[in-house]
């Protein structure tokens, strides 16, 4: 499975976008950005599993739904990281936002681990286990290298 390139070109444009352009830009780019890495990580995924035409029928639906439910935690987690970043450069980050942060990051973090288990349960049964098995690590380790990314682009609370 090589991920890496195709997907994570898609965080350095967007990180170099972002430092360097209006809001109005960053939002038409983040668009463009979720696309790409929609449709990178669909053939990714397809070219990865060995699903016979009926097992793909029932998977991708439910891959579809996942998808959405996946992106509307990232887009909660989008809004997390610019109330970070406003309150950061702002110099207006105290205890009182720092918890309120923190708490939410948690909370983002549980609906990720219950998003997951919701699937695995639907995807059991349906697919073969190997290849539920190898999607989920593929979601994981997508995940991961996001998480990475974006991570990597957020200072640390002074």
């Not at 991920?3 to 965080?11: M, N, R």
């Not at 097992?55 to 990281?81: G, M, S």
């Not at 918890?99 to 990051?105: H, I, K, N």
């Not at 073969?128 to 380790?141: F, L, V």
């Amino acid at each position: 499975m090589r991920l890496a390139p195709a997907i994570l070109s898609c965080f350095w444009f967007l990180s170099v976008t972002c430092a360097a352009s209006g809001q109005d830009l960053v939002s038409a780019n983040m668009e463009i950005f979720r696309e790409k890495v929609k449709a990178d990580k669909k053939l990714l995924i397809a070219g990865n599993l060995a699903l016979t035409e009926s097992e793909a029928e029932k998977f991708w639906p439910l891959y579809e739904d996942y998808q959405k439910e996946l992106d509307r935690l990232n887009r909660r987690l989008e809004a997390l990281i610019k109330t970070y970043a406003q309150a950061y450069r702002a110099g207006t980050l105290d205890d009182s936002t720092a918890r309120e942060l923190v708490q939410q990051a948690v909370a983002i973090g549980k609906d990720e681990v219950a998003l997951d288990e919701k699937y695995i349960r639907r995807l059991d049964g349906t697919i073969p286990t190997i290849e539920m098995a190898r999607y989920i690590q593929m979601e994981n380790k997508i995940r991961a290298l996001i998480k990475y990314e974006i991570s990597a682009g957020i200072p640390l609370i002074e």
